[in-house]
């Protein structure tokens, strides 16, 4: 089991930055893949970026790539989303999640909302014009 905890949402103005981060607890942190999704209102859940449990894979999405980094801190059982030059069309609510399929994770490019087996509550991230 593992639990993901997210953090560091917030209003900001267009062109700012936020990093997101997300606590995990539980066992074997370090086997899963993880990833970062978001949903705007009234829209539904759209990959942002995932990272393999060694940090040797990242992918993203076309829309933030250039702009988002996806990291994480094996020894914290942390997974953090940088996000710079912030657009009100990155407003959502934004979530992380694990997966412990590397397969299916590195055939989907970790994009797949339904390959993923733990998710957090979410963090809601506005970004005024």
């Known amino acids: 089991q593992l639990q993901l905890v997210e953090s560091g949402g917030g209003l900001v103005q267009a062109g700012g930055s936020l990093t997101l981060s997300c606590a995990a607890s539980?066992?074997?942190?370090?086997?899963?893949?993880l990833a970062w999704f978001r949903q705007a209102p009234g829209k539904g859940l759209e990959f942002v970026a995932a990272?393999?449990?060694?940090?040797?894979?990242?992918y993203y999405a076309d829309s933030v790539k250039g702009r988002f980094i996806i990291s994480r801190d094996n020894a914290k059982n942390m997974v953090y989303l940088q996000m710079n030059r912030l657009k009100p069309e990155d407003t959502a609510v934004y979530y992380c999640?694990?997966?412990?399929?590397?397969?299916?994770?590195?055939?989907?490019?970790?994009?797949?909302?339904?390959?993923?087996?733990?998710w957090g509550q979410g963090t809601q991230v506005t970004v005024s014009s």
């Open positions: 539980g066992r074997a942190f370090r086997n899963y893949a």
């Open positions: 990272m393999g449990w060694n940090g040797g894979q990242e």
């Open positions: 999640a694990a997966e412990a399929d590397h397969v299916a994770f590195t055939r989907q490019s970790g994009r797949k909302v339904d390959e993923y087996d733990y």
